[in-house]
């Protein structure tokens, strides 16, 4: 089944009802939302693609991007989302190695992607504008069949440890992905709305097709971004709205945000890295019970596992800290377990990689059989984070595995100190690293946003962990690297610490 018979049926069934905001505004109902991205479909044919051609998007956020997103679907093309912060290199890459034929592109993003066009790239197609007016006006066709396992949306990953990678998700990969959002973490009745304030190309845009499915409004801001003051008035206009965040954003709302009624918000589902506990209560304190936690890959998009509001907001439960600071329980689409290095799922309470196998996983990896190979072997998604499951199946998750700290040949997960020092009213951020040390092959270093004498941050880690896990180190910077998802890049934070350290190890 095509996902874009959602819209096709949406628009038919419903065709008065609001589809797409910017700002506080309503801009296109079902009805001329399914016209138009049938129109865009048809004017896709006309330059002579077929199904299963790829179509890239480097935009920000706008309400033309789902009408983008769901016309190449209607065509039978593949969508190539593509977050618009990225270098215009890091763009060509995406659009060589996909083979996208052609390219939409906000008015601010045309320059790079002209200058940055591979030969195979044929032609770019302005998001906005008369000319896009005048594509939303060919003749319309009818809905491409395509089957479940058909391509549908390559997501590159965030590419921290190198070349990004494609992990290829078909229309029965979004269907299944999206049943897990409509039903589990936060269910849509028609006209409720959702607010992308996180990029369309990534996790915030894998929620579009369930708005669809069940009649809610994708809105926009109408700067396309971030900013609280900007959020909190949008939330205030809107019906029963939610939002997407990245753990970073959930801390700059509860810091940031004006005063209005938490009642505006129906859900804020946080997810793409874990939200330490100290946040988490600041946020529950500061909105309530509104936030769900979702944990999930590219790979398996944004569907592993899930803590929903109820839990989250359950302080009387005994083990409401604990689990506060998991990462929830398998969704029902999805089977996962800590799996040990030679390929077994371990008991509870055992640390290993973190494999899961279900409907939402991808069939593999664009044009590269070797990863594709390593990531689904024996059946399962390794998804190369590391973490234990309890007695009641929540996934408590340690760190990636490559960030493991080894020290004196023991296991040390930066995530565990990071959560101590966050407990320190001083500190704001941080990120713990392995320093490589000729003794104990590494010793943990901290990187730390704020300020706080040493003394005190050794005193606080000697009373809540084990002598052996506390850093050796405390470094502060005006602020930690990140990637454009928010995520912190521990990959240059090792690089700088080699710069301060030499390849010794010594400072």
């Known amino acids: 089944?095509?996902?874009?018979?959602?819209?096709?049926?949406?628009?038919?069934?419903?065709?008065?009802?609001?589809?797409?905001?910017?700002?506080?505004?309503?801009?296109?109902?079902?009805?001329?939302?399914?016209?138009r991205a049938a129109r865009l479909a048809g004017a896709l044919a006309g330059f002579g693609l077929v199904p299963g051609d790829r179509v890239a998007i480097f935009a920000k956020n706008s309400p033309a991007y789902a009408e983008a997103l769901f016309a190449i679907w209607h065509a039978g093309l593949a969508a190539v989302p593509v977050n618009a912060k990225l270098h215009g290199a890091e763009l060509a890459y995406v659009?060589?190695?996909?083979?996208?034929?052609?390219?939409?592109?906000?008015?601010?993003?045309?320059?790079?992607?002209?200058?940055?066009?591979?030969?195979s790239l044929?032609?770019?197609?302005?998001?906005?504008?008369?000319?896009?007016?005048?594509?939303?006006?060919?003749?319309?066709?009818?809905?491409?069949?395509?089957?479940?396992g058909d391509l549908a949306w390559l997501f590159y990953t965030s590419g921290t440890t190198g070349r990004p990678k494609g992990a290829m998700l078909s229309h029965g990969n979004l269907l299944a992905a999206s049943f897990a959002y409509a039903m589990?973490?936060?269910?849509?009745?028609?006209?409720?709305?959702?607010?992308?304030?996180?990029?369309?190309?990534?996790?915030?845009?894998?929620?579009?097709?369930?708005?669809?499915?069940?009649?809610g409004v994708n809105v926009v801001p109408e700067?396309?971004?971030?900013?609280?003051?900007?959020?909190?008035?949008?939330?205030?206009?809107?019906?029963?709205?939610?939002?997407?965040?990245?753990?970073?954003m959930v801390k700059r709302l509860v810091a940031g945000a004006p005063d209005f009624d938490p009642e505006a918000i129906r859900t804020i589902i946080y997810g793409g890295a874990p939200m330490y506990v100290e946040d988490a209560r600041a946020a529950l304190d500061r909105f309530g019970p509104r936030f769900a936690q979702i944990y999930g890959q590219g790979e398996s998009p944004m569907t592993i596992t899930l803590l929903p509001k109820s839990e989250i907001a359950d302080g009387d439960h005994p083990r409401w800290l604990e689990r506060l600071g998991s990462a929830g329980r398998a969704y029902a689409c999805i089977e996962?377990?800590?799996?040990?290095?030679?390929?077994?799922?371990?008991?509870?309470?055992?640390?290993?990689?973190?494999?899961?196998?279900?409907?939402?996983?991808?069939?593999?990896?664009?044009r590269d059989e070797a990863a594709t190979a390593a990531a689904l072997r024996g059946g399962w998604l390794h998804t190369g984070d590391v973490g234990a499951f309890d007695e009641a199946g929540y996934l408590t998750l340690k760190d990636r595995s490559k960030d493991v700290v080894i020290s004196g040949g023991t296991n040390i997960y930066p995530r565990e100190v990071e959560e101590v020092l966050l407990t320190h009213s001083g500190i704001r951020e941080v990120s713990v690293i392995g320093r490589p040390d000729p003794d104990w092959g590494e010793v943990v270093v901290a990187y730390l946003v704020g300020t706080a004498p040493p003394a005190e941050l050794d005193a606080l880690c000697l009373s809540r962990i084990a002598r052996f896990k506390r850093?050796?180190?405390?470094?502060?910077?005006?602020?930690?690297?990140?990637?454009?998802?928010?995520?912190?890049?521990?990959?240059?934070?090792?690089?700088?610490?080699?710069?301060?350290?030499?390849?010794?190890?010594?400072?």
């Not at 790079?112 to 066009?117: E, Q, W």
């Not at 934070?493 to 301060?500: G, I, N, V």
């Open 471 to 507: 850093p050796k180190d405390y470094v502060f910077l005006d602020a930690l690297p990140k990637n454009n998802y928010g995520k912190v890049l521990k990959t240059e934070l090792r690089a700088r610490d080699r710069l301060r350290t030499g390849p010794g190890g010594t400072p």
């Open 1 to 35: 089944m095509n996902i874009a018979l959602w819209l096709d049926r949406a628009a038919k069934a419903a065709p008065n009802r609001s589809a797409l905001g910017h700002g506080q505004a309503v801009v296109r109902r079902y009805g001329a939302f399914g016209e």
């Open 122 to 148: 044929e032609r770019l197609l302005r998001l906005d504008g008369p000319d896009f007016e005048r594509l939303c006006a060919a003749d319309p066709v009818p809905v491409s069949a395509r089957a479940p």
């Open 95 to 119: 659009l060589e190695h996909s083979g996208a034929r052609l390219c939409f592109v906000s008015g601010d993003a045309e320059g790079a992607a002209a200058d940055h066009a591979p030969p």
């Open 336 to 366: 996962t377990c800590a799996m040990g290095e030679d390929g077994t799922p371990l008991p509870p309470g055992e640390t290993g990689e973190v494999v899961a196998r279900g409907t939402p996983v991808m069939s593999g990896y664009w």
């Open 184 to 215: 589990e973490v936060d269910p849509i009745e028609a006209g409720d709305s959702l607010l992308h304030a996180a990029p369309m190309s990534h996790g915030s845009g894998l929620y579009i097709m369930a708005q669809v499915a069940r009649l």
């Open 223 to 248: 700067s396309g971004g971030f900013e609280p003051d900007e959020i909190a008035a949008t939330f205030a206009a809107w019906r029963r709205m939610s939002m997407f965040a990245a753990p970073t």
